[in-house]
């Protein structure tokens, strides 16, 4: 499926109004309208970076936290911080452990094991901290949905402070206090902390002195902020510039190791270190490992134990890809008896013995590579556990609602959702959601944002250079997204042991190289002389630029490639067709005649092919479409001729592999199924 691409509009009137009054270079203030910050606060509050930061006794429930918590460091009552598996939870942990540590309070820390424990506060917890001595239990990142936790908690005894900041059910626990910035009435002009946010919070009522506690622990907060993916904006934005000054600054020994052995070095951190280096090694604990070891070495002090405990972290990350690998291989290889399931509209992938916590980023994975909703179910036992990722438009959430009855358990949101099921009913369910799917008017694609499209010669380093008054960029504050059309591809070459394609492109008389990152030359289906449209964000070398200059060290990294002048939303409109026909759906006349081959554009599509072909289809339609034959008319010639055993065809990924068959005499394709469907009465 093709991606469409989504242009922001522009106002260039109200831009250099915005320039002026702000002080911002004219491309930044485009970028501020592009994410819909046109009021003077909002634009104030955006650009300010040293704004003080929000009262945390304007939090419900706050002040409360903050007496308990003091009574039991006073009379040295047993604390246990129980926080969560991913880089938020370790985060949080690690701050208000080391705060209260630094106290002289009582305290300890816990962390769930995702295979066995699953996520949250849990009876059995309950009872270990019991036998530690436990009476102060204060959750991070987790616990808003513990009722019964507490319940239980309080029947032995031991109280409970919850500090989350996921959205609260109708009935809360009945803890000491429940700090959580989506509680109804909860104080303060911002809510999308992440849960060390929450954590940070806490410690900076418990001292009473914000600024000493940004000071300390801002380099924590940054990462789990970063890391779990909430807004970049408001309080967030703050605290993720101090905290990426302060992991600069080297000043904790455990995240100077980790980020030492991932190759980063010291140099001026960006939110995407964070995000595609730090925090996947740090999750990689938790998924395939002991979590307890990235809470360790967020606090140890030792450098030899942070560089073994980074050395862990960077062997477990290692290991989540070589387990993606293997479930990749798996999957593909379901599809190769199953490819039926690649024509529904929701897919759905069944594995068995997967690991839990690599299924939702294989989830996400195949989302993006098929441009549908994906789940994805690891079978033990006759019971299924699965997550699922989705593309904007279609609620997971939703759907899931319309199947409730055949779950055993769900949760999540409109874009990622979690799910368990027995396994004689996966088909059941695999037909209700696809069902659900087809009520809807019409499946979304995949969309690509935009911030705007510019010719070639503007894409350079004052472009860049300018965009870097919105950093640090995030979600709801993404890092500039540019089109480029019309561009003519005069080289192409094969770069880190053939893994990257590097394109030199013209246009105008200007000449710029792009990278197209994890790219195969022989998936790579573009030319020298093709003329393209490329979607490119901008990455920076600063070392590179002392050396060779600011314009050769921006690389123009490619997001997308496509030839020029093709109808996207035709293509996939007849695909969307083909695959409705191949489920044996019914098609109008008018549906029927759009993806109908002639004879003469099925001899065309097999000229194409009959040497052999491998890459993106997509590339392949986009080729004939130029010569008048529509994708839909492609891909129904294409399966007719596998099923009358003229070619083979085999998927990895978006890349197909089409291969000539010997057959003796002449071969009808009239004769196949999709033709013959699509020319019955």
Not at 133 to 145: A, E, M
Not at 234 to 250: A, D, P, Q, T, Y
Not at 319 to 341: C, G, I, K, S
Not at 608 to 622: F, Q
Request: charged share 25%; proline share 3%; hydrophobic share 40%.
């Amino acid at each position: 499926m093709l991606r469409k691409w989504n242009v922001a509009k522009g106002d260039k009137k109200l831009s250099a109004i915005i320039s002026e009054r702000h002080g911002v270079p004219k491309f930044a203030a485009h970028l501020l309208l592009t994410r819909g910050l046109t009021e003077a606060q909002e634009l104030e509050d955006f650009l300010t970076k040293d704004a003080p930061l929000c009262d945390p006794l304007e939090f419900i429930d706050m002040e409360k936290a903050v007496v308990r918590i003091r009574k039991a460091i006073e009379h040295g009552e047993r604390i246990a911080i129980f926080g969560d598996y991913d880089a938020d939870g370790v985060t949080a942990t690690a701050l208000l452990y080391s705060y209260l540590e630094s106290c002289e309070a009582n305290v300890l820390y816990m962390l769930p094991d995702r295979a066995t424990d699953g996520y949250g506060l849990r009876m059995s917890t309950v009872d270990t901290l019991e036998q530690y001595g436990t009476q102060l239990i204060i959750t991070v990142d987790n616990g808003i949905s513990c009722y019964e936790e507490v319940e239980y908690a309080k029947s032995k005894g031991i109280d409970v402070v919850i500090t989350d900041h996921h959205q609260p059910p109708e009935r809360l626990p009945d803890a000491c206090a429940v700090v959580d910035p989506h509680r109804h009435n909860c104080g303060g002009a911002f809510k999308d902390f992440a849960g060390v946010g929450v954590a940070f919070k806490l410690v900076c009522a418990l001292e009473g002195d914000d600024e000493f506690i940004l000071d300390n622990y801002a380099d924590l907060v940054a990462i789990g902020t970063i890391a779990d993916v909430v807004p970049l904006i408001g309080e967030n934005r703050r605290l993720v510039m101090h905290g990426l000054e302060s992991i600069k600054e080297c000043s904790r020994p455990g995240i100077f190791a980790l980020a030492n052995k991932a190759g980063l070095g010291l140099r001026k951190y960006k939110t995407s270190d964070i995000s595609f280096i730090l925090a996947p090694r740090i999750n990689a604990a938790g998924r395939v490992g002991k979590p307890d070891r990235a809470v360790r070495l967020m606090l140890s002090e030792d450098m030899d134990e942070c560089g073994d405990l980074a050395e862990d972290l960077c062997e477990d990350n290692s290991r989540r890809l070589e387990l993606e690998r293997e479930m990749t291989a798996d999957a593909w290889n379901y599809f190769d008896e199953h490819p039926e399931v690649l024509l529904n509209q929701v897919v759905i992938i069944v594995g068995s013995g997967w690991n839990k916590g690599v299924i939702g980023i294989f989830a996400s994975r195949m989302c993006e590579i098929l441009g549908k909703p994906c789940f994805v179910l690891s079978v033990e036992n006759g019971i299924a556990t699965g997550s699922g990722r989705s593309v904007e438009g279609f609620s997971l959430h939703s759907a899931l609602c319309a199947c409730s009855d055949l779950l055993v358990h769900f949760g999540g949101h409109a874009m990622a959702a979690g799910l368990t099921i027995n396994e004689e009913d996966i088909d059941e369910f695999t037909n209700r959601i696809n069902e659900y799917a087809s009520s809807l008017d019409e499946m979304p694609v995949p969309v690509i944002d935009i911030d705007c499209v510019l010719p070639a010669n503007m894409v350079d380093y004052s472009l860049y250079r300018d965009s870097c008054f919105l950093e640090p960029f995030g979600v709801k504050n993404p890092a500039p997204v540019l089109g480029m059309t019309e561009l003519s591809i005069i080289d192409i070459k094969s770069v880190g042991n053939n893994q990257h394609q590097r394109l030199t492109l013209e246009k105008n008389g200007c000449v710029f190289n792009a990278m197209c990152f994890k790219t195969l030359p022989e998936n790579f289906n573009f030319n020298v002389g093709d003329v393209v449209d490329c979607v490119v964000t901008l990455d920076f070398n600063e070392s590179y630029a002392r050396q060779a200059g600011d314009n050769a060290a921006l690389t123009r990294i490619v997001k997308d490639i496509r030839l020029s002048g093709i109808d996207v939303d035709k293509m996939n409109h007849e695909q969307r067709l083909f695959e409705k026909a191949m489920r044996g759906e019914a098609l109008t006349q008018q549906e029927k005649e759009q993806i109908i081959p002639t004879r003469q554009q099925s001899g065309v599509v097999y000229m194409h092919v009959k040497d052999g072909y491998r890459g993106a289809l997509e590339n392949l339609g986009a080729r004939l479409y130029k010569q008048g034959i529509g994708y839909g008319a492609v891909l129904v010639s294409l399966e007719a001729m596998r099923d009358r055993g003229l070619i083979k065809m085999r998927r990895r990924a978006n890349c197909f592999s089409i291969s000539p068959e010997s057959v003796s005499g002449k071969v009808d394709l009239n004769e196949s199924f999709i033709i013959k469907k699509l020319t019955e009465d």
